[in-house]
C-alpha cells in the first residue's frame, strides 16, 4: 500500500536504540562480559546488572516466579546467576526491557501482550530443543533468539500503531499471514524491524541474523540453520498451540531434510510446552 511510508519507518530504527528502560550500554558490557571467550568473574558481571535497582529487582521478581520452580527464593543477581545460568539470566535482562516498552503511555490497549509474550517464550522453548537436531548454534543463543523473534511486531505497534493495526487486518481479512500482509502493505516485515532495533542495541549477530532471517531462513547469508530452526519453531509454537495464525513456513519439510519426523517433533513440542507453561513466564513478567 504505502512502501515509501514502510521506508520512512526504517530510517527511524536506529533512534530506538534509546527505548529501553536502562542504557544500551549496560547490554554492550554485559554481553562483553558473558561472551564464550570471557573470563570476566561472576561477581563482576552481578555488579554489572546491580548498578540498575530497577532491572534487579524485576529480573528477579522474573526468576523468582512459577516458570523456574526454583526450591528456594533466590535475592541477589549472583545468586540468580548461579541457579539459573548466565545465559537464562540474560535473556531475562532483554525479556524485561522489551516488556518495559508495552508500559509505555502510547502502547496501544489492543495489542494482545499476554498472548504474544506467551508465544515468544513458546518459540524460544522450541528453537532451544531444535537447535541439536538441526545443527544449529548455541541452544541458549537460540532461545534468546526466539524470545526476540517477533520483537518487530511490538516495536511497530508501538510506534507505527495505525499501521499495526492495518496489517493485522489485512492478515486476517486476506487469511494470510502476518509477515505477507506486511510485505503487501509496506514492503518490510518485522524479522527485519526486530533486527535492525537489536542491531542499535549491540547485540551480536547470531541473535539479529536469525530474527531478521526466520520467515526467509533460505535466503539467510549467515546463521541460516539458526534461523532454520526459528521458522520451524515458530510454525510448531502456532500450531501445537491451535493459533489459528497462517503458517508459511515449510516446517515439515525442513524436518525432513534433517532427517526428524514432523509427527514425532510435534508431539515433543506439546510435552514440552505442557511442561514448561509459557504462559506462566508471561505472568511474571507483568507481575
Not at 500503531?161 to 486476517?172: G, M, N, Q, Y
Request: charged share 20%; with cysteine; aromatic share 6%.
Amino acid at each position: 500500500m504505502s512502501h515509501e511510508i514502510g521506508q520512512r519507518f526504517l530510517l527511524d530504527l536506529p533512534g530506538m536504540r534509546h527505548n529501553l528502560p536502562y542504557s544500551p550500554a549496560l547490554l554492550t558490557t554485559l554481553y562483553s562480559q558473558t561472551g564464550q571467550t570471557s573470563v570476566t568473574p561472576l561477581d563482576e558481571i552481578a555488579e554489572t546488572l546491580s548498578r540498575d535497582q530497577g532491572l534487579t529487582a524485576k529480573v528477579l521478581t522474573v526468576a523468582n516466579s512459577a516458570f523456574y520452580g526454583l526450591q528456594q527464593e533466590v535475592n541477589t543477581v549472583a545468586r540468580a546467576i548461579a541457579v539459573l545460568g548466565l545465559a537464562e539470566v540474560r535473556t531475562l535482562v532483554l525479556a524485561v526491557g522489551v516488556k518495559a516498552l508495552t508500559d509505555s503511555k502510547d502502547f496501544p490497549k489492543d495489542f494482545p501482550v499476554g498472548p504474544y509474550w506467551e508465544h515468544q517464550l513458546s518459540v524460544a522453548i522450541l528453537a532451544r530443543m531444535l537447535a541439536p537436531l538441526m545443527g544449529g548454534g548455541d541452544p541458549d543463543n537460540l532461545f534468546t533468539a526466539g524470545v526476540l523473534h517477533d520483537l518487530g511486531k511490538l516495536l511497530t505497534a508501538l510506534h507505527r500503531p495505525e499501521d499495526w493495526r492495518a496489517i493485522s487486518a489485512l492478515a486476517e481479512g486476506g487469511s494470510i499471514s502476518y509477515s505477507e500482509a506486511e510485505d503487501e502493505y509496506w514492503g518490510i516485515e518485522h524479522g527485519v524491524v526486530g533486527s535492525m532495533v537489536m542491531g542499535a542495541w549491540n547485540l551480536p549477530a547470531d541473535l539479529t541474523e536469525p530474527v531478521n532471517w526466520h520467515h526467509a531462513p533460505m535466503h539467510a547469508p549467515s546463521h541460516r540453520r539458526d534461523a532454520l530452526a526459528l521458522c520451524v519453531a515458530d510454525a510448531m509454537a502456532h500450531i501445537a498451540a491451535e493459533t489459528g495464525a497462517v503458517v508459511t513456513c515449510p516446517w515439515r519439510e525442513v524436518l525432513c531434510k534433517f532427517n526428524l519426523s514432523d509427527a514425532d517433533m510435534l508431539e515433543r513440542a506439546k510435552a514440552l510446552l505442557i511442561k514448561h507453561d509459557p504462559g506462566v513466564f508471561a505472568a511474571g513478567l507483568a507481575a
